[in-house]
């Protein structure tokens, strides 16, 4: 049985939800999962950004992949 308590971590932050979308792309067409945390950020605080957030297993590949 597959355990889903992997811890996630942040692999960058993009100014805006279009960018961070690109980028989540480029890692999906390569088989990296990952997850875009703005919900609660936009708006509140606008220079905050949009979060890319990928397991940490996946950090090394998802870098050069990214390569921002």
């Known amino acids: 049985m597959h355990a889903h308590n992997e811890k996630t971590i942040t692999l960058h932050v993009f100014s805006t939800p279009i960018e961070a ?24 605080d606008p220079v905050a950004g949009v979060e890319l957030k990928i397991f940490e297993k996946d950090k090394a590949a998802a870098e050069k992949i990214i390569s921002v």
Request: aromatic share 4%; glycine share 8%; net charge negative.
């Open 21 to 44: 979308q690109i980028a989540q792309e480029k890692l999906r067409e390569s088989g990296i999962d990952s997850f875009l945390n703005d919900e609660n950020v936009l708006g509140m």
